[in-house]
């Protein structure tokens, strides 16, 4: 697809450029004030476009955050609510809505969808068609498609990575593990990066080898094979995502500087609350509450994060020299954060602000952005915002896809004219799937196994299906070191907030096969008549008056 040209009004942006992190935590950048991490050309965005210091993601995992953002959908209406749950084949995807506007989405790096071949195989959708491919990918046409995770016991023979990895040396059935993730330790043997206590040591292979500087230059080269035509570029780096393995010089970077105290207190060690208790006594959350895990794996987690940022920088000149920049919308953000410790806990999955509160920058290259460049936002934005930004700035309607897209175009926002209209945004958290569950005795039945977040500007409540629900009061405890759901000064505030929530489930947009412009049409005066429907006319007057609209 050619590039387009308007005449007059405002003219759409001709690309996209999407880039997500994972397990990236907000706090974790220079432009956000972390106390000595450098990400100057993440900043640099920053300063061409809005920063959102309030911005959330809608599912506590990879899995359901990322289809969250792949479908403009909650995850309670999308339905992939962990990593194994494969995405409905009946749900639209960015790929879906973007090839209406004739602009491919192309994706290098990684998705974590997984694909759903009990439908395939219902519909009796052949394996190898054009059909079950873009199916089976979320949507994206696969430039590279590779979600990191390849430890020896389930490793892919056809991983591209590997095959580079090979022609560069590094022989082996999985040099992904044994060279991208691994390191020669203080006792010269290969140690995996899947060990904590290999985080201190860099990754066998160079920087200009690793996964990141690897899909980097994928995504370099897509874009000067593209040319003029248009295109969405989701470049989806697999790190700072554990195995923590950084190469030389990121893996020591940071380790001479003193770390931030961990968010925590020995109070919340005490809870009752059976979810937050089996989190705590879960494998990472043992792990990473140690002092010494935390010294170790905390600086190599904020090398990554420099790794990437150097790279990006890479990447930005080249799209400078290309004339790339001008006219690409270009997004930056995480599929949510990580707890390192925080609160005793390791990894995701549960719903404080380390992991559902992400970065979030936006770039629109139009004159109508200027009047916002270099701002900081503190509108509620969640992830499902991205994909109907994606499709008003690249010429779309959004108001003929409202039966799909639960989120809001921050196109208004980016241009100055209004904020968001929403009121709290919502998390999502499913954490049957993980091994802690067997700690949580309460019940054994699995998809109760969950809790919902709804926050707003000042409260965050919790609907936790298994033990008491919580509420934090962020305005005099923004650290959430305090459940203050049982305050009898704030019940009036707890029902509120809960039917607000109830309000919310009751609203979901479940009936997708129609639109509500085919609704209003349905229903509008002598439409019944006109269809042959003549249900309670007294005469053929009366029945010409109906047709007319004029009795209803």
């Known amino acids: 697809m050619t590039r387009i040209e308007h ?17 990236l935590r907000w706090d974790s950048l220079g432009c956000v004030g972390h106390p000595f991490i450098q990400t100057p050309n993440i900043d640099a965005l920053a300063d061409r476009g809005v920063r959102f210091d309030q911005a959330f993601v809608n599912g506590a995992v990879c899995g359901s955050s990322r289809m969250s953002y792949y479908t403009g959908r909650y995850v309670v209406s999308h339905g992939a609510r962990w990593n194994q749950v494969p995405l409905e084949v009946t749900q639209k995807t960015m790929g879906d809505h973007l090839r209406e506007l004739g602009v491919p989405a192309v994706l290098v790096g990684k998705t974590h969808m997984r694909a759903d ?68 330790d203080a006792n010269g043997e290969l140690c995996s990066g899947w060990l904590l206590r290999s985080a201190p040591f860099p990754a066998v292979v160079p920087d200009e080898l690793s996964e990141t500087a ?15 035509d248009r295109w969405c570029l989701h470049l989806s780096y697999i790190k700072p995502h554990w195995p923590y393995v950084a190469s030389d010089p990121y893996h020591a970077m940071y380790a001479g500087e003193e770390m931030p105290t961990p968010n925590r207190t020995k109070a919340e060690l005490e809870t009752t609350h059976p979810v937050i208790r089996a989190l705590h006594r879960s494998r990472i959350g043992k792990a990473m509450s140690k002092p010494e895990a935390r ?11 420099k790794q990437i940022d150097d790279h990006l920088g ?38 404080n602000e380390e992991v ?77 799937f993980l091994e802690m569950s067997h700690h949580v005795s309460e019940t054994n039945e699995p998809r109760k196994r969950r809790a919902t977040m709804l926050r707003n500007d000042r409260y965050k409540y919790v609907l936790s299906e298994i033990g008491p629900n919580l509420l934090y009061d962020l305005e005099d405890d923004p650290d959430e070191q305090n459940d203050c759901i049982s305050d009898p000064a704030l019940q009036s505030v707890v029902s509120e907030l ?37 249900i309670g006319y007294w005469d053929e007057e009366e029945l010409a008056a109906g047709k007319r609209g004029e009795l209803y």
């Not at 930056?332 to 995701?348: A, Q």
């Not at 290259?365 to 700035?393: C, K």
């Open 356 to 432: 559902v509160r992400v970065p979030m920058i936006v770039v629109d290259p139009r004159s109508q952005a200027d009047v916002t460049r270099g701002t900081v936002s503190n509108e509620l934005v969640e992830a499902i915002d991205l994909l109907p930004t994606f499709v008003e700035a690249l010429g779309g309607e959004n108001n003929t896809r409202t039966h799909w897209l639960e989120g809001e175009s921050l196109v208004p926002l980016l241009h100055g004219e209004h904020g968001t209209e929403r009121d709290f945004v919502v998390c999502e958290a499913d954490w049957g």
């Open 7 to 23: 005449e007059g009004g405002e003219s759409p942006v001709q690309n996209v450029l999407f880039i997500m992190c994972d397990q």
């Open 314 to 351: 890479r990447l930005f000149t080249e799209m400078d020299r290309l004339g790339r920049t001008k006219d690409t919308l270009i997004v930056f953000t995480s599929d949510h954060g990580e707890y390192m410790g925080d609160h005793w806990m390791g990894e995701k999955d549960w719903i």
């Open 498 to 534: 809960h039917e607000q929530l109830f309000s919310w489930f009751r609203n979901r947009r479940h009936d997708t096969t129609v639109t509500d412009q085919m609704i209003s049409a349905t229903s509008e005066p002598g439409s019944a008549a006109k269809r042959g429907i003549l």
């Open 295 to 305: 010294q170790l794996v905390l600086p190599t987690y904020l090398g990554m994060i």
């Open 214 to 228: 690897y899909m980097t230059d994928r995504a370099i080269d897509y874009i000067k094979k593209a040319g003029d």
């Open 117 to 184: 071949e009990e439908a395939r195989s219902r519909l009796a959708i052949p394996a190898n068609s054009p059909e079950w491919l873009f199916l089976s990918e979320c949507g994206f046409a696969p430039e590279e498609h590779d979600d990191g995770l390849h430890p020896d016991e389930r490793v892919r023979t056809d991983l591209p990575y590997n095959d580079f990895l090979r022609s560069k040396g590094f022989a082996g059935d999985n040099p992904w593990h044994t060279a991208a993730n691994s390191v020669i």
